[in-house]
């Protein structure tokens, strides 16, 4: 892929009646497994699910995505310290890993090798789309795949040859998001035209309208992530880690 495909990459959510061969799946992974990692610990794991049984029992954990089910493939990376505090103990070292910092480079891992994975298969032709439901109910996700001691889902990718080009979104400049030598305080008046092609993108408006709001922010803050929802699924991703070992 060169700098064009990345900046004309969008996710795609509706995948041919076509199957992944096992050996292209097996080599993208083990060239994501070339991402940069903390230490070269490689603290993730990827747990491949393909049965029909398997995605029907992730499906409501998704929010019944409908791509969970369609999607030929779904991948579940793990933040993984089980695996690296096990080969320590066996070593005869003393592992002191069941901790939050532990779990932050952890995430890390996991999620620049999620980021690897997209990269390399979109390389390879397919459609690949994150679900951010992975993280609202880790319990269940745990428990449906059977993940131990200090081993967290933090990442979940559908991931299939492409039915259509999938839809291209809006980003923001890239004046908002850089910042030289120090960080940048913006007016107000920035912020708003740094958003403004996000607030006028013909798609956002019409959320704004469908969901009977004044702006775009208010479907963001009252409909899609509003704040009891986030503290909710917070207390019960906390709760998650500390069962799992990361918050001793």
């Known amino acids: ?16 009646d076509r199957d992944i061969d096992p050996g292209l799946l097996d080599s993208i992974i083990e060239a994501a497994m070339r991402a940069p990692t ?7 794991s990827v747990v491949v699910t393909r049965s029909d ?10 929010f019944n995505q409908p791509m969970v ?3 030929p493939v779904v ?22 890993y069941d901790n939050f910092l532990s779990f932050m480079n952890a995430v890390a891992d996991a999620t620049i090798f999620a980021q690897q994975i997209v ?12 679900l951010g439901t992975v993280t609202y109910n880790a319990e269940k996700v745990s428990e449906i795949l059977g993940l131990p001691e200090l081993c967290v889902p933090v990442a979940c990718i559908t991931l299939g040859w492409p039915e259509g080009e999938g ?44 969901n009977d709001k004044e702006t775009l922010a208010q479907v963001f803050t009252d409909v899609r992530y509003p704040r009891a929802m986030n503290e909710d699924f917070s207390r019960a991703f906390l709760a998650h880690l500390r069962a799992k070992g990361f918050m001793s």
Not at 38 to 44: D, I, K, S, T
Not at 79 to 94: E, I, V
Request: glycine fraction near 6%; include cysteine; proline fraction near 4%.
């Open 119 to 130: 990269a390399v298969a979109e390389g390879e032709g397919l459609g690949t789309c994150y």
């Open 167 to 210: 839809v291209e979104t809006e980003r923001l400049p890239l004046e908002a998001v850089v910042h030289l030598e120090r960080y940048r305080e913006d007016s107000d008046e920035k912020i708003m035209e740094l958003f403004k092609a996000k607030d006028e993108y013909v798609p956002n408006r019409r959320f704004v309208e469908e």
């Open 75 to 96: 991948l579940t990376v793990c933040a993984d310290f089980n695996r690296f505090s096990r080969w320590c103990r066996l070593s005869n070292a003393d592992p002191g």
């Open 1 to 16: 892929m060169n700098m064009e495909d990345f900046k004309a990459r969008r996710s795609v959510r509706r995948y041919a």
């Open 53 to 62: 049984e398997g995605k029907k029992a992730l499906a409501p954990a998704h």
């Open 38 to 44: 903390c230490g070269n610990m490689q603290l993730y």
């Open 69 to 71: 089910t369609e999607a």
